[in-house]
């Protein structure tokens, strides 16, 4: 069963315009989510994070949003970057383990 | 720059036959996690200690897997046997105490093709 989502497998974007990737999650206990982008052949690399008692946290151009209600948090890219082209994985944990569960993964395209 | 090391890169290998990969975690780390990429499934989690000692291994099918922190410098992932669906990239992540909150360290992953 799985306990993390990412039901979008690709989304293609124009540069300059906003990318947005979803990640739905089931389990209440989780409290603590990150986003990772992988390149080919690499291993996956640590993009940004957020607590559930936040709803919102900003790096650069990358804006995590989490809708604890719906279960449900959003990576916003404004604005995309061909460099951005990559594959990214939404993960989540309880603080009660170190463990992360990821999702399946979604594949940005971003055009020039 | 710091970074987690595994090798080998690429293993091809016979059904049947014993693999063993290897990871190096970065110095001072005390977890390591080890994940399977798979196209259907994401990233597996498989396995995971915490200062040497084995905290989860329930993603592992147990009769044919196992995982292994010899020392605090190298973890290890066998299969014995192999079999062609073990075929996926394997991928060990190490981190510190800031890990959870700043997201652990991944090697480049060992890709492992069962023929």
């Known amino acids: 069963d799985q306990q993390v989502k990412q039901n979008s497998p690709s989304l293609s974007v124009q540069e300059g315009r906003i990318s947005i990737l979803n990640c739905d999650y089931t389990?209440?206990?989780?409290?603590?989510f990150l986003w990772y982008k992988k390149y080919p052949a690499e291993g996956p690399t640590f993009l940004i994070s957020?607590?559930?008692?936040?709803d919102k946290n900003e790096d650069g151009r990358f804006t995590v949003f989490l809708n604890k209600s719906a279960k449900h948090l959003s990576l916003h890219i404004v604005p995309s970057q061909p460099g951005d082209s990559a594959v990214y994985f939404c993960?989540?944990?309880?603080?009660?383990?170190?463990?992360?569960?990821f999702g399946t993964g979604t594949r940005l395209k971003v055009l020039a | 720059d710091a970074r987690v090391t595994q090798t080998p890169r690429d293993k091809v290998t016979e059904m049947g036959q014993e693999v063993t990969m290897r990871c190096q975690p970065i110095?001072?780390?005390?977890?390591v996690f080890w994940y399977r990429q798979t196209m259907m499934q994401g990233l597996e989690l498989l396995a995971y200690f915490r200062n040497r000692a084995p905290l989860d291994d329930s993603g592992m099918p147990k009769d044919r897997f196992s995982a292994e922190m010899p020392d605090a410098t190298l973890a290890t992932l066998k299969i014995q046997p192999s079999e062609p669906r073990d075929s996926a990239v394997y991928f060990c992540a190490s981190g510190g105490v800031t890990g959870f909150h700043y997201g652990y360290t991944f090697g480049s992953g060992t890709r492992l093709t069962v023929v």
């Open positions: 389990n209440s206990m989780f409290d603590y």
């Open positions: 110095l001072g780390h005390n977890t």
């Open positions: 993960a989540a944990s309880d603080s009660g383990t170190y463990k992360y569960i």
């Open positions: 957020i607590s559930s008692i936040k």
